[in-house]
């Protein structure tokens, strides 16, 4: 802003939109008069692009608008749904629609099925029933990571579609 622009010719935007090309001194010259800053708003143009204004005001829209930014940007995160072994039919449905509602906000889902005990002897019934919850979100999301034993349980991971 005003003295630390270094460039010998300006591109001096005014509140109506219109452009002309004048020297530092010049645009310098019409702050002052005005009693507001000179700001540089494009440093790496040719020349240069300032505009007349409040540095202060112009901070803190340029805040506003990277905060604005970064809220649109939101990061998908991985959702976690476990059941165990014996968890009944309708309370896998309650995890399907769920899953759905994770999948419809663009996250990813994890299933974890956890086995203890005398269940560790029937790994394949855990396997099925993981592929049936698999099998209910097909149209809704892909396989991100094939189901695979981490321990005692077998875990899956799945993305919306279209991502």
Same mark, same amino acid.
């Given at each position: 802003? #005003?003295?630390?622009?270094?460039?010998? !010719?300006?591109l001096l935007i005014d509140d109506?939109? =219109? %452009?002309?090309?004048?020297?530092?001194?010049?645009?310098?010259?019409?702050?002052?008069?005005?009693?507001v800053d000179l700001i540089e $708003?494009?440093? =790496?143009?040719?020349?240069?692009?300032? !505009?007349?204004? *409040?540095?202060?005001?112009?901070?803190? &829209?340029?805040? =506003?608008?990277? =905060? !604005?930014?970064?809220?649109?940007?939101?990061?998908?995160?991985?959702?976690?749904?476990?059941?165990?072994?014996?968890? *009944?039919?309708? +309370?896998? +449905?309650?995890?399907? +629609?769920? %899953?759905?509602?994770?999948?419809?906000?663009?996250?990813?889902?994890?299933?974890?099925?956890?086995?203890?005990?005398?269940?560790?002897? #029937?790994? +394949?019934?855990?396997? &099925?029933?993981?592929?049936?919850?698999? %099998?209910?979100?097909?149209?809704?999301?892909? $396989?991100?990571q094939e189901i695979k034993s981490?321990? #005692?349980?077998?875990?899956?991971?799945?993305?919306?579609?279209?991502?």
């Amino acid at each position: 802003m #005003n003295a630390q622009i270094t460039a010998p !010719k300006v591109l001096l935007i005014d509140d109506d939109g =219109k %452009a002309e090309t004048l020297t530092i001194a010049e645009a310098l010259e019409r702050a002052q008069l005005a009693e507001v800053d000179l700001i540089e $708003v494009s440093p =790496k143009a040719e020349p240069p692009v300032v !505009k007349l204004g *409040e540095f202060g005001h112009f901070l803190y &829209q340029m805040q =506003k608008k990277e =905060k !604005k930014q970064k809220s649109h940007s939101k990061q998908s995160e991985t959702k976690m749904l476990r059941f165990g072994f014996r968890t *009944e039919k309708h +309370d896998l +449905d309650r995890l399907v +629609d769920r %899953a759905k509602e994770f999948l419809g906000e663009r996250h990813m889902v994890k299933f974890s099925v956890r086995l203890r005990g005398r269940e560790l002897t #029937n790994k +394949d019934y855990a396997i &099925q029933k993981l592929k049936g919850l698999m %099998a209910d979100l097909v149209d809704f999301a892909e $396989v991100e990571q094939e189901i695979k034993s981490q321990g #005692n349980q077998f875990i899956a991971v799945m993305r919306p579609k279209g991502k």
